[in-house]
Antibody
Framework: QLQLQESGPGLVKPSETLSLMCTVS??????????WAWIRQPPGKGLEWIGS???????DYNPSLKSRVTISIDTSKNQFSLKVSSVTAADTAVYHC??????????????WGQGTLVTVSS | DIQMTQSPSSLSASVGDRVIITCRSS??????LNWYQQKPGKAPNLLIY???SLQSGVPSRFSGSGSGTDFTLTITSLQPEDFATYSC?????????FGQGTKLEIK
């Protein structure tokens, strides 16, 4: 059974960089039919897709965050990571990592981590 | 960006009831629509993909339908474990956007 687990600081100061890691177990991150994604949910709001990465390193970011976000992947460790720079209180959210599967032109997020709360506060 | 709007935002129902949750997109997305179930502190769970395909392991009381801009998630014969928040998500085009969620509560 594939499992994803987020890790990283739960508290980040304004203007600093938020850094999270997602460790994938029970399967390889190098699968050719999958992308790996970060999705967040601010308190009381809906889910927001941040971006995705393929095992070869190609990325796709949400334009609303693209200038501040970097997603990278380490296939040797079966991990991928998220960095969000210049954070503000608006970046306070539960951050989930997820696997994006696809068939033809259809995509869906079929495995998710339980999420980690990151609070931006001084 | 494609906006996804769910209705209702919250819903009270009883065990055994049939429930319908609606999702509307701001432009046509064919059948590029997925549904998720989310419980507090847990990982979201994929229920339906491509508007009407049931994810493996999901009970058959869950079903999805629709195309274009209007979609529904139907739960027949509600079970106690079904009380959760449900979200739709479009995969027609990046950025992939979600609805605001529908919270299903016990009456």
């Amino acid at each position: 059974q594939l499992q994803l687990q987020e890790s990283g600081p739960g508290l980040v100061k304004p203007s600093e960089t938020l850094s999270l890691m997602c460790t994938v177990s029970g399967g390889s991150i190098s699968g050719t039919t999958y992308y790996w994604a970060w999705i967040r949910q601010p308190p009381g709001k809906g889910l927001e897709w941040i971006g995705s990465i393929y095992y070869r390193g190609s990325t796709d970011y949400n334009p609303s965050l693209k200038s501040r976000v970097t997603i990278s992947i380490d296939t040797s460790k079966n991990q991928f990571s998220l960095k969000v720079s210049s954070v503000t209180a608006a970046d306070t959210a539960v951050y989930h990592c997820a696997r994006r599967a696809y068939s033809g032109s259809y995509y869906w997020f079929d495995y998710w981590g339980q999420g980690t709360l990151v609070t931006v506060s001084s | 960006d494609i906006q996804m709007t769910q209705s209702p935002s919250s819903l009270s129902a009883s065990v055994g009831d049939r429930v319908i949750i609606t999702c509307r997109s701001s432009q046509s997305i064919s059948t590029y629509l997925n549904w998720y179930q989310q419980k507090p502190g847990k990982a979201p769970n994929l229920l339906i993909y491509a508007a009407s395909s049931l994810q493996s392991g999901v009970p058959s009381r869950f079903s999805g339908s629709g195309s274009g801009t209007d979609f529904t998630l139907t739960i027949t014969s509600l079970q106690p474990e079904d009380f959760a928040t449900y979200s739709c998500q479009q995969s027609n085009s990046s950025p992939y956007t979600f609805g605001q969620g529908t919270k299903l509560e016990i009456k």
